[in-house]
């Protein structure tokens, strides 16, 4: 929770998240955020699929090498950067 109190409902239940709360929500769980008062929340919800790879006895493992950017990618990178909103940078990959 960035700004604000929120409430979210995960399964039966409902939680109150103050600001900069946090709740893990694991993903078999059924959730969703509300806002049933008068002043605005701003949420920051982050989502990723469950990695099977890092299981123990998985059949494939993850590939962490590093991705090494080109000398193209590279000059892209720092000119986003340097001249200011992350929204430029989403057409570099």
């Known amino acids: 929770m960035l700004e604000g109190v929120g ?13 900069y709360g946090r709740v893990l929500v694991e993903p078999d769980q059924l959730r969703q955020v509300f806002n049933d008062t008068d002043p605005e929340v701003l949420w920051l919800i982050v989502g990723a699929p469950e990695e099977l790879e890092f299981l123990p006895g998985a059949k494939t493992k993850p590939d962490l090498a590093a991705k090494r950017l080109s000398e193209q990618e590279n000059a892209q990178w720092s000119a986003a950067v340097s001249s200011g909103p992350a929204a430029e940078m989403s057409n570099i990959w």
């Not at 409430?7 to 600001?19: E, I, N, S």
């Open 7 to 19: 409430h979210l409902r995960v399964d039966d239940g409902t939680l109150t998240a103050p600001k």
